[in-house]
């Protein structure tokens, strides 16, 4: 198709074609012609539930409106039709989602799963590594120990040895899940 291949000249990206020739054919598939497209088509379409089953999301509902608008462009300037059935919709404002964190149980699930291998270590120091806070603190130290330090016994806490120096420093992980 004409529109796929100028799409991957100008944006350079596989992984745009083929996510546009996804979401195109089945929709387009419908239709005798692509005058026959409504803005309510489109609009049902790019707000209609698909394979996964769940309601898309707003940054998939842009997705096929841009997607879209962008094929009719298309046709529009190589004269096969004259109206874009996307300007007549409202692009949906994309809504940060909030990110969750593992709780302590998760956390030890997670981690009982990694293999005793050198990939495992790393796989284990990445998994277990601090995030950035509430208050900025952070660590991108790889050498990172999960344990109960001596003292602290509650079985529900986690506990990660940060190294600084040959010392050492305790810091509790969340219990709680968000």
Known sequence: MAFLAEKERRSGSH????????M?????GGFRSPA??????????????????REPSSATVGARIACLSSYYRFLIR??????????ALERPKSVQSVARGLGA?????????VPATVAGRRDRAL??????TATGW????????LARPTGFNRA?????????????????TSTESA
């Not at 529900?156 to 509790?172: F, N, S, T, V």
Request: proline share 9%; with cysteine.
């Open 15 to 22: 992984r745009t074609v083929d996510g546009y020739a996804r």
């Open 24 to 28: 195109l054919w089945p929709f387009l």
């Open 36 to 53: 026959d497209v409504t803005p309510a088509h489109v609009l049902a379409w790019a707000h209609g539930i698909g394979l996964s089953g």
């Open 78 to 87: 190589m004269q096969v039709t004259t109206a874009n059935p996307c300007e």
């Open 105 to 113: 149980d998760e956390v030890r699930r997670l981690l009982a799963v």
């Open 127 to 132: 998994v277990s590594r601090p995030r950035p």
């Open 138 to 145: 952070h660590s991108s130290s790889p050498k990172l120990s």
């Open 156 to 172: 529900d806490d986690i506990y990660i040895r940060i190294p600084i120096q040959g010392a050492g420093e305790w810091l509790k």
